[in-house]
C-alpha cells in the first residue's frame, strides 16, 4: 500500500520557465509534508515543507501547495534552474515526528538550459 | 563538517556474510533512523531510535539489528546478507523532542551490493 505517490517519474523544464511537481497521499493522518532534493550519490536533503493548518508555503522560488480535501500537494519551482537538476521526494507524516516520513518514489527533474 | 555521515560508501559483499554500516551524527539531535532505498527508488524506513532506544521496526527481518551505543550514533548489523539486501543504506537524524521538531538530516549513503 503506497501510501504517498508521485506519479510523474520525470520532468524536464527549459530554464527559466516554472517546474511544478505532484504528490498525492491517502493516509489522513498525515498533517505534515515535506520536499526533499538530492542529487546523484548523495543523501536527500530538506528543501521545504507544509503544515496541514495553511495550503501555501513559499520560500524564495520554492512554493508548495497543499489541497487537504483532495490529498494533493505540489512543489512550484519558479524560476527554474539547471542546478534544480536533481530528484525530488514528497514525503508525508505527522507533526510530532517530522524525521520519520512516508516517502513517495520521486520525480527526477532535469532543467535544460 | 559532515552532520550525518555513514561509512563506508560502498560495500560489495557474498551472500551470507556478515557485515555492518556505521552512522555518526554531531547536529545533538535526540533521532536517528536508517532508511532503505530499493531498487525501485522508494525510500522506506527501517528504524528509529530516540536517546538510544528503539521506537520504530518497520517489519525489518531479524538479521537486520541496529545498534545506538550513544545519542550521536546508530549503526546497522546485517547478519546472512542475501541478494535482495543490495539496496542503498540512509542514516538520518532528527530532534523530535523539546521545542525543537527538526525534518530528517540525511548522510550520504552506504550503496550496498550483495553478489
Known amino acids: 500500500d503506497q501510501q504517498v505517490k508521485q506519479n510523474s517519474p520525470s520532468l524536464s523544464v527549459q530554464e527559466g520557465r516554472i517546474s511544478i511537481l505532484n504528490c498525492d497521499y491517502t493516509?489522513?493522518?498525515?498533517?505534515?509534508f515535506l520536499w526533499y532534493k538530492k542529487y546523484p550519490a548523495e543523501g536527500p536533503t530538506f528543501l521545504i515543507s507544509i503544515s496541514s493548518i495553511k495550503d501555501k508555503n513559499e520560500d524564495g522560488r520554492f512554493t508548495v501547495f497543499l489541497n487537504k480535501s483532495a490529498k494533493h500537494l505540489s512543489l512550484h519551482i519558479v524560476p527554474s534552474q539547471p542546478g534544480d537538476s536533481a530528484v525530488y521526494f514528497c514525503a508525508a507524516t505527522t507533526r510530532t515526528n517530522a524525521g520519520k516520513s512516508t516517502f513517495g518514489d520521486g520525480t527526477t527533474l532535469t532543467v535544460k538550459p | 563538517d559532515t552532520a550525518v555521515s555513514q561509512t563506508p560508501k560502498y560495500l560489495v559483499t557474498q551472500m551470507g556474510n556478515d557485515k555492518s554500516i556505521k552512522c555518526e551524527q554531531n547536529?545533538?539531535?535526540?533521532?536517528m533512523y536508517w532508511y532503505k532505498q530499493d531498487s525501485k527508488k522508494f525510500l522506506k524506513i527501517m528504524f528509529s531510535y530516540n536517546n538510544k532506544e528503539l521506537i520504530i521496526n518497520e517489519t525489518v527481518p531479524n538479521r537486520f539489528s541496529p545498534k545506538s551505543p550513544d545519542k550521536a550514533h546508530l549503526n546497522l548489523h546485517i547478519n546472512s546478507l542475501e541478494l535482495g539486501d543490495s539496496a542503498v543504506y540512509f542514516c538520518?537524524?532528527?530532534?523530535?523532542?523539546?521545542?525543537?521538531?527538526?525534518?530528517?538530516?540525511f548522510g550520504q549513503g552506504t550503496r550496498l551490493t550483495v553478489v
Open positions: 538520518a537524524s532528527s530532534q523530535v523532542g523539546g521545542r525543537s521538531n527538526t525534518e530528517a538530516f
Open positions: 547536529l545533538g539531535h535526540d533521532t
Open positions: 493516509n489522513s493522518m498525515f498533517d505534515y
